[in-house]
């Protein structure tokens, strides 16, 4: 009862005494607040005080309570992290918490902001492009960027329909790529290939999957 005590004060004292931290914290609301306070751990600096008393007296007798000391601070950590632990669910379902979206916003931007700075680069490589496969292979990335781009601003119906997209064209992705790897297994079964050979390749071909499965809807 004591951390909820102070986490209100805590949380609030700093936003009604500096204006700079009301602008750059906002508002709290008072359910999170108890979230955080219930969701600590008691108990801990306790057990650890328990366990700093000495073993003796100076007179070389044990010291008086020692055991009880330490079982009391164990038990109190030992319950709150069974009654928080299992309770904490259910208060977040009660206090009907959600994320407050703010990672998220920030990825978006973020995401808008690099893809911009890549669209740029590219945009100036593909003015100083010499020949035309130079030409060609930029002016491709530079479609990809301009599509990545569009993702992140998009709204969200679009954004879901996108990812739909993506899921799809990951799948079609995936198809060829277990082709090839079945393909590359004949081949060494029928010693078309040998076994250097079959493990460069085999490399590319795992290489290749890891970055189509690793990939995000924002990357591909």
Do not use: C
């Not at 379902?93 to 740029?120: F, H, N, P, S, Y």
Request: aromatic share 4%; no cysteine.
């Amino acid at each position: 009862m004591l951390r909820l005590a102070w986490v209100f004060p805590a949380a609030y004292l700093p936003l009604l005494l500096s204006k700079r931290t009301r602008d750059r914290e906002g508002s709290f609301r008072p359910r999170n607040v108890f979230i955080v306070g219930w969701a600590g751990v008691r108990g801990s600096v306790t057990l650890a005080a328990a366990l700093s008393t000495p073993l003796t007296t100076a007179t070389g007798a044990p010291f008086p309570g020692r055991e009880l000391l330490i079982l009391l601070a164990a038990s109190v950590i030992v319950v709150t992290l069974v009654l928080n632990a299992t309770t904490l669910p259910l208060f977040i379902r009660m206090l009907k918490l959600r994320g407050d979206g703010v990672a998220a916003r920030e990825e978006r931007a973020a995401r808008i902001a690099t893809a911009q700075a890549g669209i740029g680069a590219l945009r100036q490589r593909l003015s100083k492009a010499t020949h035309a496969d130079e030409t060609r292979f930029t002016q491709a990335l530079l479609t990809q960027y301009e599509h990545r781009l569009q993702r992140h601003s998009a709204n969200a119906d679009r954004r879901q329909h996108l990812n739909a997209l993506h899921d799809t064209q990951r799948d079609i992705w995936l198809d060829a790529v277990k082709a090839e790897r079945k393909e590359l297994m004949e081949m060494r079964k029928a010693d078309v290939i040998d076994d250097e050979v079959m493990r460069v390749l085999q490399a590319d071909i795992d290489l290749e999957e890891t970055l189509i499965v690793g990939a995000t809807r924002h990357e591909l």
